[in-house]
């Protein structure tokens, strides 16, 4: 196994994605999803092994899918390990207390009696994120809450919800409205009726409230997601509480069948999924989950089209473009920058455009997707897809080749087009940032997949 394999501890970071802060040359392994790992609050523990240049070292071990941090869920065992009968019972003592107070059937009473209050008496609490009932305000009454819940609010949870900010777990970047439309447009021209919104709340949101105010407005949503606040706004159809690492839904059986039944709806047509998972290094746990989906998609009995795959939409940095094409071979990058709200360095300036570097992954045909021309994107004939303004097509690669909006320059030596502001080296014998070590790995680079440098100082995660 090379180092292609490894997840590294700092990927979820997504400022350390373009600082120096990276981790070092070793790493971990995911091993995956194996049929007998034991259980944490997030579901199945996926199996782990310590790495070092590349190779696999020490004893195999399971750790929590979701938490990046110990400090978030610090489940871990040996994989030979011999779990003794009374710590399997405190795990499983353990598990159901970190189950949320309430479950989602209980949250949708709530919630029906909720919408029943006047608005004077709706309020939700802001240090539990719940929205409260009377009877229930005193147990608050020393925190911070809101007052008069309109139903506009109810309709955007995402607005009213904070965003959770925990950098390695579950950082949520929100979208831009622009970027959220967008996306939406694209969907509605594309003519898809469903869109399974994996940790997507915002388009989600976005899609639900249309669907509630324009009667002509055909699109469902269902969202998957592993913020189980969600549920207190959604009902059981549509709402899931997913953890998209493990393929595992919390509701169990029930709620499986919700996500099937969505998208076996007229024969699974007109169906897509749209994901923008946290950037963490666990590509390969991603993948595997959207291949489940993609094939409980594909267990749909349609006519002719034994070869097809469920339309995807996967939003993820550009430089995770080897990665995940690694897994899905029949994806394209498009040259679309997604923008968020809360993210510093992703979102548009005031004083101009900052670039973001994540973007869309599809298994559409690219020439399909239109990108707005009135922000810079222009159609290139030869490559047959919408590039950005800066993308200029090389003669000698005969594409467009930028990957993050810049102009990019020809490497005759390198045979391709790299970033501006590199130059190329000839001592590592590929073109690289001036500022860099020569360096010989065997083992290809995490990030980018290529020999001759390390995660650590690999090129592409340079903002500069
Ligand atoms: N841009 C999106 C939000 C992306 S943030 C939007 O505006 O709709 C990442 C999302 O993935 C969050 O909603 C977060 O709750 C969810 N998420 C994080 N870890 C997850 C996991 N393990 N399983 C499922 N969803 C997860
Ligand atoms: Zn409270
Ligand atoms: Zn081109
Ligand atoms: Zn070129
Ligand atoms: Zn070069």
Redesign the pocket.
């Known amino acids: 196994e090379g180092g292609g394999n490894m997840a590294a501890s700092g990927e979820s970071d997504p400022e350390g994605l373009c600082g120096p802060e990276r981790a070092g040359a070793g790493g971990l392994a995911l091993l995956g999803l194996a049929p007998s790992a034991p259980s944490c609050p ?1 579901g199945p523990a996926l199996l782990f092994v310590k790495t070092s240049q590349g190779r696999e070292e020490g004893r195999r071990f399971y750790a929590c ?2 938490c990046r941090d110990r400090k978030d869920c610090n489940f871990f065992q040996w994989e030979d390990e011999k779990v003794s009968e009374t710590r399997l019972a405190a795990r499983e003592e353990y598990n159901r207390n970190h189950r949320p107070s309430f479950t989602h059937r209980q949250n949708v009473e709530r919630y029906k009696n909720f919408v029943l209050l006047p608005l004077s008496k709706r309020r939700f609490c802001q240090e539990c994120q719940q929205l409260l009932l009377p009877a229930e305000w005193e147990k608050h009454s020393n925190h911070q809450f809101l007052c008069d819940i309109s139903t506009v609010q109810l309709k955007s949870p ?1 607005q009213l919800l904070y965003p ?1 900010e925990n950098k390695k777990t ?6 831009a409205g622009r970027s ?1 439309r967008f996306l939406l447009d694209l969907i509605i021209d594309l003519g898809f009726r469903r869109v399974l919104s ?7 949101e976005m899609i639900q409230s249309k669907a509630s105010q324009e009667e002509d407005f055909k699109v469902r949503s269902l969202l ?4 189980f606040r969600y549920s207190q706004f959604y009902t059981e159809d549509e709402f899931c509480h ?4 493990n393929h595992y839904f919390f509701g169990g059986k029930a709620a499986r069948e919700t996500c099937r039944k969505f998208l076996y709806q007229d024969n699974g047509e007109r169906v897509i999924m749209v994901t ?3 950037f963490g290094g666990l590509v390969e746990a991603l993948a595997s989950s959207f291949k489940k989906l993609m094939a409980m998609w594909k267990e749909t009995e349609k006519e002719g089209q034994d070869n097809q795959e469920m339309p995807m939409f996967w ?1 993820f940095p550009y430089f995770f473009e080897s990665r995940i094409l690694e897994f899905f071979p029949s994806f394209t990058m498009m040259d679309y920058q997604v923008d ?1 709200d809360n993210h510093a360095l992703y979102k548009h300036g005031k004083t101009g455009r900052r670039q973001s570097p994540v973007r869309i992954f599809t298994n559409l045909t690219p020439s399909m997707i239109v990108l707005p021309v009135e922000e810079g994107y222009r159609f290139c004939t030869i490559c047959q897809r919408y590039v950005s303004s800066g993308n200029q097509h090389c003669e000698i690669c005969n594409s467009c080749t930028s990957k993050d909006g810049r102009q990019w320059k020809h490497c005759v030596l390198c045979n391709k087009c790299v970033k501006p502001s590199w130059f190329h080296c000839n001592n590592c014998n590929c073109c690289t940032l001036s500022n860099h070590t020569c360096e010989k790995t065997d083992a290809g680079c995490f990030v980018c997949g290529k020999a001759g440098h390390k995660r650590s100082t690999c090129p592409s995660l340079s903002c500069t």
């Open positions: 997030h899918s979701a995402s959770l579950n950082a949520q970047y929100l979208f959220c994996v940790g997507t709340p915002r388009l989600h998957l997601d592993i913020d997913y953890n998209m690492f923008d998972p946290p939003i968020y």
